[in-house]
């Protein structure tokens, strides 16, 4: 079955700090590829996208991400960590072929910021 | 693009009513898409039309759930004799062709539905 794994519930950093979020996709082929924010209460923001080409992609907000087909992951980054960036963050995944209906979220990181 | 708008925001009901949420998606767009979002969990897909018709439901999707997309633009979806396990939060999206493919999906803000 198509799966989406995050592995980290919940993230702590100070800001300023460098961050990555971790996440690793079980799909028959290479899907398309996101990341979304979402903050309390509110719908999801998409930061980045991945759908082929160069593994490393730039988002809004100062945010990039690593596509590696041999670690089946993209994980998310930012060198340096801002106090709005406190939220839930949600990978997610798409079929690259047909049926591609169905965007297959993994369970989010919650990310606290302290100052 | 004014986004995709989603009423109401915040939805309490009492065990047994039945609702009904409306989304109304970016101009265009053809594809409209149902996802349900419980607490600590990620989306989970629901339903999704094409134009006018619904090409796919998931099996979370009980027959007191119903979704229309009547003249292909704004959806409704409405539960029936509401549980309190459908307290979640409800999020819609929309998509259009771009080089061949429905290949991003813009969110809603979603309808906080709690059920008492």
């Known amino acids: 079955a198509q799966s989406v794994t995050q592995p980290d519930i919940h993230i702590t950093v100070s800001e300023g700090a460098s961050l990555e979020l971790r996440c690793n996709y079980s799909?028959?082929?290479?899907?398309?590829l996101f990341w979304y924010v979402q903050s309390p209460g509110q719908g999801l923001q998409l930061l980045l996208k991945y759908f082929s080409g160069d593994t490393l992609v730039q988002g809004i907000k100062g945010f990039e991400a690593e596509f590696k087909r041999s670690q089946s992951s993209f994980n998310l980054r930012k060198p340096s960590v801002h106090w709005s960036d406190a939220a839930e963050y949600f990978c997610a995944a798409l079929n690259s072929g047909g049926s591609n209906y169905k965007l297959t979220f993994g369970k989010g990181t919650l990310l606290t910021v302290n100052p | 693009d004014t986004g995709v708008s989603q009423d109401p925001r915040h939805k309490i009901t009492k065990r047994g009513q039945n609702v009904t949420f409306r989304c109304d998606p970016i101009?265009?767009?053809?594809?409209l898409y149902w996802y349900r979002q419980t607490l600590g969990q990620g989306p989970e897909f629901l339903t999704y039309f094409q134009n006018e018709a619904q090409l796919e439901k998931s099996r979370l999707l009980s027959d007191r759930f119903s979704a229309e997309r009547p003249k292909g633009s704004f959806s409704t979806l409405e539960i029936q004799r509401t549980e309190q396990g459908d307290s979640a939060m409800y999020l819609c999206a929309s998509s259009r062709l771009v080089g061949g493919s429905y290949n991003e999906q813009f969110f809603g803000p979603g309808t906080r539905l709690t059920v008492l």
């Open positions: 799909y028959g082929a290479t899907p398309y």
């Open positions: 101009s265009e767009h053809n594809r």
